[in-house]
């Protein structure tokens, strides 16, 4: 038991801050359980070759995603004190995926420079104070759509990635762009368990039983697996096999043994590769590109997170954000070094906060179990994300209810607000909706003659934004000359 006063409880503030050890390891638990899946995704993500026909290996990607993510959040939980976990970020990884494969002469080793690089360059702006400026000039309201914002994401993913919801092939004669199930119906036992698992854990919640989310989860879990060796349902894609809509969408429930992790990757990356292959404008505008994301993607999960949790202060600060910031340029560095790219904070820690986790002994615990997974395959093949999924739509609710702190009356906050939580979810990127929302602000504010009310920084930001859109058309321009 924790000795309240004792000098864990005051280094980690968990009495502090209305938390228990049970409560933190319930939540460093369901954080695992809730994100695990990125061992086995980013491996698929990461699987193609370069431009020399070199791959990364599926084993040895699964291996340092799970190694690295440990460590990672281990630090997070014991330096930045907060239940955040930290893993490689799904925005930046495709990001990095697609342009190995599509610019002739870049490799694995150079595009994961970048990503070092950005790491870097990250590390300076936090050390010099600049990240943290920036977050303090963002207005309250905007801070709360962040919040709203990651509460529709999450929900969105959980949605998603379960089956619930699907996206709708862009073909001729389609008129939306997801819809129920799959061909508007709801198919295959695995949409039962997350719709069972829906119920079980909003029930759980509403009758504030204690462990709520990690029940919910294990109970879905365990049914998963028996529908599994029972049914064989099988995955939803497989290789050389038609898409079946009623099998698993990430992680198909099942049992491998103990293999000693391949850490072969860590070190190949080389930080000046990219220049030397593409030249310095075009390796110049990739780093930017990744920096920003990687920048504001973090900010905007760390807001979200810290208020659903309550650990902001009344001013509408973080406490120790300088340590959890400089955690999250770590992320980069490591992470490109070790060749899986980026690792950021994850909004899918949402589920342990859910749980009642309060402070970083829960993400000490999910980064043990992450270190445990490079051995145990079956702690990652184990748990579907149909299970998991509940969690995440439950915890999105939470997120989203806090809407009505939005001074809706005040259109310089009501439209960027609203911009800021919508093209979140529906870019399926925290920084597109961070962008729109601060360009819109500096705008509206300018044209309602309140220039004054605009932080210096804020228009930094938002120049810095615009650029970030205009990528795209700077590359064609170059591409031209």
């Known amino acids: 038991m924790l000795k309240q006063g004792s000098a864990l409880d005051r280094y980690f503030r968990i009495t502090e801050r209305g938390s228990n050890l049970s409560r933190e390891i319930r939540g460093g638990f369901a954080t695992f359980f809730a994100m695990s899946y990125i061992v086995v995704l980013n491996p698929l993500i990461l699987s193609g070759p370069d431009s020399n026909g070199t ?30 976990a930290l893993a490689t970020g799904l925005g930046v990884n495709a990001f990095v995926a697609v342009t190995v494969a599509t610019n002739p002469g870049l490799t694995w080793p150079d595009m994961m420079g970048l990503v070092v690089l950005s790491g870097v360059t990250m590390l300076i702006l936090v050390l010099t104070g600049f990240r943290t400026a920036v977050f303090k000039a963002v207005p309250d309201g905007l801070k709360t759509a962040i919040v709203v914002g990651i509460g529709m994401f999450i929900a969105l993913i959980g949605l998603v990635n379960a089956g619930f919801v699907r996206r709708i092939p862009d073909v001729a004669g389609t008129t939306v762009p997801v819809g129920l199930g799959f061909d508007g119906k709801l198919l295959g036992w695995p949409t039962a368990v997350f719709v069972f698992g829906l119920i079980l854990t909003i029930a759980l919640v509403v009758r504030k039983v204690k ?72 390796a110049t505008l990739l780093a930017f590109v990744i920096l920003l994301s990687i920048f504001f993607d973090a900010m905007g999960t760390m807001v979200g997170l810290a208020n659903e949790a309550g650990t902001v202060d009344k ?167």
């Open 55 to 84: 791959t990364l290996g599926f084993a040895a990607v699964a291996a340092v995603t799970a190694f690295v993510a440990g460590i990672l959040t281990i630090l997070m939980g014991a330096w930045g004190r907060h239940p955040f």
């Open 211 to 282: 462990g709520a989310i990690l029940i919910g989860i294990i109970t879905s879990t365990a049914i998963s697996v028996i529908l599994e060796l029972t049914l064989r349902i099988g995955p939803s894609v497989a290789p050389d096999k038609p898409f079946n809509p009623q099998g698993w969408s990430l992680v198909t429930p099942s049992f491998s043994g103990w293999a000693a992790p391949d850490l072969s990757l860590i070190g190949k990356a080389n930080p000046f590769g990219a220049f030397e292959h593409l030249g310095v404008v075009a």
């Open 315 to 481: 001013d509408g600060n973080i406490p120790d954000v300088d340590r959890v910031l400089q955690v999250d340029a770590l992320g980069a560095i490591i992470g490109g070094g070790a060749s899986v790219s980026s690792n950021q904070i994850y909004v899918e820690a949402g589920a342990g906060i859910g749980e009642g986790a309060r402070t970083g002994v829960a993400s000490i615990v999910t980064g043990l179990l992450f270190l445990v997974a490079m051995f145990f395959t079956p702690l990652i093949n184990l748990v579907p994300f149909e299970a998991v999924a509940p969690a995440l739509v439950v915890v999105g609710f939470m997120m989203v209810s806090q809407v009505g702190k939005i001074d809706w009356q005040d259109w310089g906050i009501a439209i960027p607000a609203f911009l800021t939580f919508t093209l979140m979810p529906f870019t399926y990127s925290i920084a597109n909706g961070l962008g729109a929302g601060f360009i819109a602000f500096v705008i509206i504010r300018t044209v309602q003659g309140r220039v004054k009310d605009v932080h210096p920084l804020m228009w930094a930001v938002a120049a810095a934004f615009l650029l970030f859109f205009a990528v795209g058309p700077i590359e064609a321009a170059l591409g031209m000359i």
